[in-house]
């Protein structure tokens, strides 16, 4: 069994959708990034940036942080969503690092500075609606003579759909992205995408509300990495 440390955001879907695609039994731990749980010592000790998702396979004896590192994981452990031919399997890890190094910074930043920010900040809400949408029209032109970002559906496709699922609340539309909403209304359709985005969507959740959570997730700097780091010694 697979322990998988999740909360249900964009970057903890990208897993749940995986393991519901993949087939693989996986069990789930509640992290509440809103509460601090992500700062527990147990949790640090499987994910040092303290981000979830994370995953532990005990069968394995192996733990793993980092959503794109995860989904390498469980496409090799399941045999699924990533070929073995070299030059099809880099098409996907582009992509999948594409999502990792672009759309979901970009897209987070963005989110940050739409859903979180008390003061008016124009320029960074600018500067990162021009990126997001930006990526959507590189999304978009890379489908235009294809289904998915890099041949058969793979774990590419599921690293950016949860990145592109909230782009009403970031402010954009998928009106000028014609391929890109067939991408998109495609991937929606796959019940496991749909099971993958409902796990935990009822937990309750403040990590948008109480002051007290914004403070915990949106304070961080290196103080707060060596106190959590100085908890895991004791
Ligand atoms: N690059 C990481 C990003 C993970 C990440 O940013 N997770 C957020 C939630 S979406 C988190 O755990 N935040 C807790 C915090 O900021 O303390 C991945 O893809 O796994």
Redesign the pocket.
Known sequence: MIDLYY?P????H?ISIMFEECGLPYNTIA?D?GKGD??KPEFLKISP?????AIVDHEAQISI????A?LMYLAEKSGRLLPDEQAARLEVLQWLFWQ?GGL??MA?QLSHFVNYTQEDVPYALKRYANEYDRLLAVMDVRLRDRDFLAGAYSIADIACFPWVRPYTRLGNDLDKFENLRRWFDGLKQRPAVQAGINLGKDWQRDERSSEKAKS??FD?DSKTVFDAAAGTEK
Do not use: D
Request: no cysteine; charged share 10%.
């Open positions: 909360w955001t964009p970057n903890g990208k992290v990034i992500q700062f940036n303290n981000r979830m998702p942080f980092e959503g794109g995860i990792a979901g910074p987070g915990l997730l961080q």
